[in-house]
């Protein structure tokens, strides 16, 4: 679908780094050890370059700018801090500078506002991100002269049931992984409601469709288009005969219980986010809200696919 914004300026638009301020604290800890900086590194030197820029860009022309207050004091961007829980307030564009981590990073940010997402790739390739660095300042001219499109893609509502009730949102999946080294977790799988089989595994992915292409495809899952609807469940090197994995229809129930005498620790989006006891319970199911990714019709999944995995046409 396109969007044609009603007007072209006063816009809201957040800028989010590339864990700028994770690697400012590393070269820090580097400096106090004696060690030589020589400055910033590779991406993170592109992600600050890109976050002043576009910030100066957006700021010239009437435009709001918001930035984490950890991102805002890595780019000494400090006027444009904003609390997280206001970031999402009223805001028109999300803007992602980094990788595919980064996006997953911003997704979470704005997701439940449905703000549209444009991803800037700094770095390697990746599945998410819609364009180069170079290329961002004409691709905010084109999003604020409505000549864009909007990619929805399906998300993760993941429920923790153990000591309360906790839910997290994911784009890419939710793992259960063994906690302890050199031995397998008992998970419990049922589906809607009806038991279905215990896994004795090293992990079991819960997985997205754009999730697919993470994780899942470490462990030998299926690839799924992103505008594909659905849910995957993908052990990773399961000790048992049933070792497929399932693609089911995205509205489908997950619970999944920790089983046996041996914990598992909950992996959101690449955060461990909890571990859990025998008898806890992790329930999936289809997100309310969508992801939303801008687009300018350039990006090609398939293409992608082939690029990563160096295939040839014949």
Known sequence: MVITPPVLIGKRVLIVEDELLVALLIEDFLAELGCSI?????????????????????????????????????????????????????????????????????????????????????????????????????????????????????????????????????????????????????????????????????????????????????ARGPIVSPRHRALVITPVSPHMLFDRPLVLDASEMIRIEVVGDRSAALVVDGREVAVLAPGDVVRCRAGAHDALLVSFGKRDFHHIVKTKFGLADG
């Open 38 to 218: 020589l400055g910033p590194c590779g991406s993170v030197a592109k992600a600050l370059d890109a976050a002043r820029t576009a910030a100066a860009w957006l700021v010239e022309r009437g435009h709001e700018v918001r930035l984490q207050p950890g991102d805002a004091h890595a780019a000494g961007l400090d006027e444009y801090a904003v609390p997280e829980d206001k970031l999402a307030y009223e805001l028109d564009l999300a803007v992602s500078l980094g990788g595919d981590g980064t996006m997953l990073r911003t997704v979470d940010l704005v997701c439940g506002a449905s703000v549209p997402v444009l991803g800037v790739n700094i770095g390697h390739l990746g599945y998410l991100s819609e364009v180069a660095p170079e290329e961002l300042t004409d691709a905010m001219v084109l999003f604020f002269e409505g000549d864009y499109e909007v990619e929805a893609r399906m998300t993760l509502a993941v429920q923790v049931d153990a000591v309360g009730s906790v839910l997290y949102s994911a784009l890419n999946e939710a793992v259960l992984v063994h906690t302890d080294s050199g031995h397998t977790v008992r998970l419990a799988l049922a589906l809607n409601d009806r038991p279905f089989t215990t896994y004795a595994t090293d992990a079991l992915i819960v997985a997205s469709p754009t999730g697919s292409t993470a994780y899942n495809l470490s």
